[in-house]
């Protein structure tokens, strides 16, 4: 099932795609999209063939691995600058957001981190501290190249991680929100960010303004209907949203297929979260029950973050729709996470397979015994 509506998603989205951006930019991003699922899709396989558990061998590699590309952004010559955020490595074919891989490397490192001190989370030493120091590392780098969506993002899983993992409420409450009063302290410090809070607050009052981007996706959306234009047949993608492909397609998903289509959309998401949290349930292990919430939880807020945004009903964050907003890295990085989920999915299997087998074994075991 997860596996099925991936794949929907990832068709619906090359398709919409196609649709947003052919008026403008003609076949490119169609292109550069189908090649980015082409890689994702063989590392999905890739990752999906292995054992989840052999990633516990390198998981500080990969945090270590994680902060080295997040500072490199700041390194003129290799990262990049554009509209005032630096979230991008120049790789000269294509550009590299290092965050999409930050949020991977976060979640096996709390997650084999929690998993080897279990019995210490009790302690406000293991339970907080330590962990808060790897979070710190990264999001703090992502906070700095200005990219407040997805450190908003990641600081949610790690904090829903954390608690999975039994870390006592008490706390995880006080560490919490002064969490929540620095990023509200530095959004409201920063001029472009309080003032698309101010234009959430008040979107009567910013139609014209910074509100115009989430104001026209409204009107997308609504003027879609039931059923929509038809595909291909928006107006809205011809200048009226911008970045119509990327955080914003789902304005076009509603406009040109309607609501039907949208609410589809939504079903398909719940669905891939819902397999996500039974494949996290029936895993074999602590590392792969935590490593299958977190990828779970990556995927399924993004998507809730992201419609949020799209609907008006967040300020806007800048967050891609997972599989089908455009976008390489993203797109390679949610890829990983299925594959990571269905890894856990299988050994689990293997696990009861072997289990039921080992028990077949006993009962013939002690029959013969018996006789």
């Known amino acids: 099932m997860l596996v099925s509506f991936v794949l929907a998603l990832l068709a ?37 063939s292995q054992d989840y ?19 490199l952004v700041f390194v003129p010559g290799i990262g990049m600058k554009i509209n005032g955020a630096r979230r991008w490595i120049n790789l000269r074919v294509t550009n590299f957001q290092p965050s999409e891989f930050a949020k991977i490397a976060l979640v096996i490192a709390l997650a084999h ?11 406000f030493t293991k339970a907080i501290l330590l962990p808060s120091i790897l979070i710190g590392v990264i999001l703090g780098l992502i906070f700095l190249g200005k990219d407040y969506g997805t450190t908003i993002l990641l600081a ?41 809070v101010l234009a959430w607050l008040n979107p009567e009052q ?21 059923y929509g234009l038809g595909l291909g047949n928006g107006r809205q993608k011809l200048g009226f949203v911008p970045e119509n492909h990327t955080d914003f397609i789902l304005s076009i998903i509603g406009e040109e297929l309607g609501l039907v289509a949208t609410l589809g ?18 895993a074999r292990d602590t590392f792969g029950m935590l490593l299958a919430a977190g990828m779970t939880f990556l995927i399924g807020l993004q998507a809730a973050i992201n419609i949020g945004v799209v609907t008006g009903a967040l300020p806007n964050k800048g967050l891609p729709l997972p599989f089908i907003s455009y976008g390489g890295s993203n797109l390679l990085m949610m890829l990983i996470s299925v594959g ?30 018996a006789r």
């Open 12 to 48: 619906f989205g090359m398709v919409v795609l196609y649709s947003a951006s052919v008026t403008r930019y003609g076949g490119h991003y169609m292109v550069v999209q189908t090649a980015a699922a082409g890689i994702g899709l063989l590392l999905c396989a890739v990752v999906a």
């Open 53 to 71: 558990r052999h990633l516990k061998k390198i998981s500080w590699l990969l945090f270590a691995a994680a902060a080295v590309l997040l500072v």
């Open 113 to 123: 981190y929690a998993e080897r001190n279990q019995r210490q989370l009790h302690s």
């Open 156 to 196: 949610t899983v790690s904090v829903l991680l954390l608690l999975i993992a039994g870390v006592r409420w008490r706390f995880l409450v006080p560490s919490g929100l002064i969490l929540v009063v620095g990023l509200a302290a530095a959004i409201w410090s920063n001029e472009m960010r309080r003032s698309r």
């Open 206 to 226: 910013q139609k014209d303004g910074i509100n115009y981007q989430v104001d026209q996706a409204v009107i997308a959306l609504g003027s879609g209907g039931l």
């Open 265 to 282: 959309v939504l079903a398909s998401f719940a669905l891939v979260v819902v397999c996500g949290v039974y494949i996290a349930r029936r």
């Open 340 to 369: 990571l989920l269905i890894s856990v999915a299988r050994k689990a299997l293997e696990h009861s397979v072997e289990a039921t087998e080992t028990a077949d074994s006993s009962d013939v075991v002690a029959s013969q015994m």
